[in-house]
């Protein structure tokens, strides 16, 4: 059992309030509270940030999303496909991320990446799946076996932000899920690992 509990970033959706990929996340985020972890959601408007430029000093915004970014355990993606891809909002939020390079923990290394694509078409929302996961693992994280699909061309969400097809729901909460269990694998395998090592040593 994991002490403290961890926290579980949610980046995604667009500057427009409730859109699919933003209630796609939120549905994640709260399987992952479910399974015991905190959770911290930027969205919409947090992610308008200035275009990331290296070596330049960043923003009150970009620095929150940096100290975000820092402190947490996993991560859950969830972008809209635009023109089989994923959002330029969302690309250069990620882009940030290359100030984590000089960190105890480079980028994202070891971290469990939650991954979520929603578009208009199933084409589109397999393709931008792929740039995620590609995504991170040039961020040296661990994208979930299980990623979600959301073919938004059919209405998904109800007003309240509510799911109603029973399977895309389970396969949100899935990757939640999936999230949370990867860090609790990996800090029971922790002490076990030490303990071998220590075995070996005598």
């Known amino acids: ?41 930027f969205c919409g408007a947090e992610l308008v940030l200035p275009i990331y430029m290296p070596g330049e000093r960043p923003s009150e ?14 991560i859950i993606i969830s972008s ?3 023109h089989g891809s994923i959002s330029g909002l969302l690309k250069n939020a990620l882009d940030y991320a290359e100030e984590l390079r000089t960190d105890a923990r480079v980028y994202l290394d ?6 979520i694509a929603c578009a208009g078409g199933w084409q589109a929302a397999g393709q ?15 994208p979930t076996p299980f990623g979600a699909m959301l073919n938004t061309s059919v ?35 922790i002490p076990n690992a030490r303990s071998s090592a220590m075995e070996d040593a005598k």
Not at 61 to 74: E, F, H, I, V
Not at 110 to 115: D, L, N, W
Not at 128 to 142: N, Y
């Open 1 to 41: 059992m994991i002490q403290k509990k961890p926290l579980i970033l949610g980046l995604g959706g667009t500057p427009r309030r409730g859109s699919s990929s933003e209630r796609a996340l939120a549905i994640s985020l709260k399987a992952a509270e479910a399974e015991g972890a905190r959770t911290l959601l």
């Open 61 to 74: 915004q970009a620095s929150r999303l940096l100290a975000a970014l820092r402190d947490c355990c996993g």
């Open 80 to 82: 809209p496909a635009y």
């Open 110 to 115: 070891g971290t469990p990446v939650g991954c």
């Open 128 to 142: 931008t799946l792929s740039v995620l996961r590609t995504i991170a693992h040039s961020l040296r994280g661990w």
């Open 155 to 189: 209405p998904l969400f109800d007003g309240d932000g509510n799911c109603t097809d029973p399977t895309i729901r389970g396969q949100l909460e899935t990757v939640g899920r999936q999230v949370v269990g990867f860090i609790q694998a990996r800090h029971r395998s």
